[in-house]
Each structure stands twice: as structure tokens, then as C-alpha cells.
């Protein structure tokens, strides 16, 4: 059987993201999200996926960019006495490489976020990274024995094959190096990432797409990787919503790009090709 998740990262990022988001899901294709805790739009996500019940919604965790969820001085080697976390993933990297983020922080300060997301009613279908951090193995060891302890069980496979990052890079030189060297680092740690899921008992989809088309979405480039499923779960991940004033003010280097992805999951097309190739939409709610 194949199965496709389509999940959009960054749930509660902003209004127009939460909204778009929700668009892409009940006039759309959209079958699952990841919520930030920490995000300036978290409320207003939670009262959407409230009236939403249809649509999965996962944990977004996030070490990069933006404040703490647990008290600054219960973390500080992660965040600084503001509360404000590592800028960008480089740093991140950086900063867990050299020893300098403890580990008990780390996982303080995702709990915290996985908490924050309970408590206000949303019960995670599974947890992904923003910015992909948990391909680091520090990370991706916090992550897997957190989805353990937490009872959640699904967890993004971070690791897209070098073969269909080929098949759809798109865009200029300078993002499709960056998102490169994410893929290259990303299959380093492949095999670790089995064993952090056998280690803790976690699913996660049979192949992942998404890294090499960030940012440049449409619903062709969604028939052609509709094309390369084959049997067994993929994941498939986007990042649609709604370009305002509040996006714009994030800093996100995704804006335009955020409108052209949810009006690509808009496509009536779409359901067509899903329908032809045989292809069954599901959540992480449904992965087995």
C-alpha cells in the first residue's frame, strides 16, 4: 500500500501560517502538522486545531530561534537569561559539538514545550524539529527518549535519500547548497537514527521528501514527487500560509513561498492524481 503524509512545519509560527495551514487541510489535501509551542501565534493554533479535530497535529520542537518554554535559569546553557534560543542552527551545531549545552537542558526544555502543548488540550500524533535539528545526535537522543516517556511513539525520519533530493532539488544556487549539505548531514546519521527507534520503541514513515524543494512548492513539483512514491509510508514535508505583515515581521526566509505552497495544496488537480497512482492520504494518527 502506499501511503503519503503531507505535514506543515510551523503550525502556531503566525496567524497567516495557522490559517493557511488550516485552509490547506479542509479545502485542500494538508494531512497532518507540527505545532511550536513557543510560537507568537501558539494560542490562536490551538483553538484552530480544536475546531479541527480532522487534522493530525504533531510537536514542532524547536532549540532554534525565538524564547524558552521553561524558565531561562532552568536552561542556562541552552538559552540566555532573556530566554532567547540559539539564533540559528550553525550555533546550535556549534554549541552541542564543543560540549557547551548540557543534555539535561535540552531535554528540559522540550519537555516543557511537549507539556506546554498538552496542557493545552492537544494530544501530539508525533514530534518532528524545527530547522532539523534532531538530525544532530544529541538531539535525535533527547527527541527518542522523549517521544518514549511521553507515550507519542511517532517521530519524523529526518533523512531524505541523496537519489530523490536529485529528483527535485529546485532553486537558486545558494538555497540548493545550503539544503544539500542538510541532506549530506541529515544521511550521515541515517543509521543512527534506527537505532535511536529501535532503542525506544518509535515509528517513523519509510522515506521523508521535502528538504530540496523547500521553498519552492507547486502542484507540479507535488504530481512529481506523488510520481516517486512507492509502497510504504512517505512523509512529505511543506511549509504553506498566509503572507502578511506579521510573517514578514518573523524574519522566516519563507514568504511568498508560504502562499505558493498552500495554494499548490489548494489544486483540485490533485485529489485526481492521488486517486490514479493509488495513493492513500493519512496522518501520523494512522502510521503503524
Known sequence: MKQVILNADDFGLTRGVNEGIIRAHREGILTSTTLMANGAAFDDAVERARATPSLGVGCHLV???????APPEKISSLADPDGRLPKSLPNLVTRLSLGLIR?????????AQVEKVRAAGIEPTHFDSHKHSHCHPRVMEAVG???QEKGVGRLRNPTERLHDFWETASG??????AKLVMCLAARTVAPLFRTVCRKYSLRAPDRFLGV???GHTTSGKLQQMFGMVTEGTTEIMLHPGMRDEDLARTGSRLQQARQNEMDALLDPQLKGVLSERDIRLISFRELH
Open 103 to 111: 543534555q539535561s537542558h535540552i531535554e528540559r526544555e522540550l519537555a
Open 145 to 147: 527518549k522523549l517521544a
Open 172 to 177: 537558486d544556487i545558494g538555497s540548493f547548497r
Open 63 to 69: 532549540l532554534v530561534g525565538g524564547k524558552s518554554v
Open 212 to 214: 530540496a524543494l523547500t
